[in-house]
């Protein structure tokens, strides 16, 4: 499965469960949210894999088997995305996302101080 249709995927589902708790009390908050979450899955799906927030998302490793996975900060802003203030569209969302995360980072070589030419 290509990285962008499982952004899309794990937004769509953020989406669902924002339309499941709309209720006639939130004035409108969790339908808003969820259509700001569903037009960013229609605007992820549409990235190719080489897009530098794809290409950075890659890196840090949130992609594991078929599944897009959401750090808790990243999750907290998804989650949140258009409820109580309205700013910014699909592509800061997943900018906002991938702010949140880093590339593993790789162990120094350790030689001892020694230079690696012979």
């Not at 769509?12 to 669902?16: I, P, Y």
């Not at 009390?25 to 969790?30: A, E, V």
């Not at 605007?43 to 990235?47: E, G, I, K, Q």
């Not at 594991?64 to 599944?67: C, Q, V």
């Given at each position: 499965?290509?990285n962008?249709r499982m952004?899309a995927?794990?937004l ?5 469960w ?6 006639a ?6 339908a808003r949210?969820?259509?700001a979450?569903?037009d960013?899955?229609a ?5 190719p894999d080489d897009?530098?927030v794809?290409?950075r ?6 992609f594991?088997?078929?599944?897009f996975q959401l ?5 907290r802003?998804?989650r949140?995305?258009?409820?109580e203030?309205?700013m ?13 995360v880093?590339?593993p980072?790789?162990?120094a070589?350790?030689d001892?101080g020694?230079?690696?030419r012979?």
């Open positions: 499965m290509r962008s952004i995927e794990c769509r589902r953020h989406a669902w924002r339309l499941n708790r709309a209720d009390r939130d004035d409108g908050r969790n949210s969820a259509v979450l569903l960013a899955a605007y992820a799906v549409a990235l897009a530098a794809i290409t998302l890659a890196a840090a490793g949130c594991s088997g078929d599944e750090n808790e900060v990243a999750e802003i998804v949140f995305w258009h409820y203030e309205v910014g569209g699909p592509a800061d969302l997943l900018t906002a996302i991938a702010e949140t880093q590339p980072k790789i162990p070589q350790r001892g020694r230079s690696l012979r």
